[in-house]
């Protein structure tokens, strides 16, 4: 089983940046997929970014794109979630997960989750 423990959220003003980590103890393999979600409160929870572990391509919400950045490293077995320009709205509980299927498939790993709030 893929254990996943995510780190770097807390309380920032409009306009700053976090990073997220989300380590993983099991095996990612290249047909894997790695994402971010995010959950506000009283919403449900939204896809934010997703990378494929061999080759990195890379797949963004429209409401993050062109401010949040997703990466990985391949040795360390960890996604990173670089958050800047954040705003208000980007307050929520954000998880990652893995996907061990293809396109369409279910996440099947999830992390417990680090919390950003973001004040003005």
């Known amino acids: 089983q893929v254990q996943l423990v995510e780190s770097g959220g807390g309380l920032v003003q409009a306009g700053g940046s976090l990073r997220l980590s989300c380590a993983a103890s099991?095996?990612?393999?290249?047909?894997?997929?790695m994402g971010w979600f995010r959950q506000a409160p009283g919403k449900e929870r939204e896809f934010v970014a997703n990378?494929?572990?061999?080759?990195?391509?890379?797949y963004y919400a429209d409401s993050v794109k062109g401010r949040f950045t997703i990466s990985r490293d391949n040795a360390k077995n960890t996604v990173y979630l670089q958050l800047n320009s954040l705003k208000v709205e980007d307050t929520a509980v954000y998880y990652c997960?893995?996907?061990?299927?293809?396109?369409?498939?279910?996440?099947?790993?999830w992390g417990q989750g680090t919390e950003v709030t973001v004040s003005s």
């Open positions: 990378i494929r572990w061999s080759g990195g391509t890379t």
């Open positions: 997960g893995v996907r061990p299927g293809g396109v369409g498939a279910a996440w099947q790993y």
């Open positions: 099991g095996r990612i393999f290249g047909h894997h997929t």
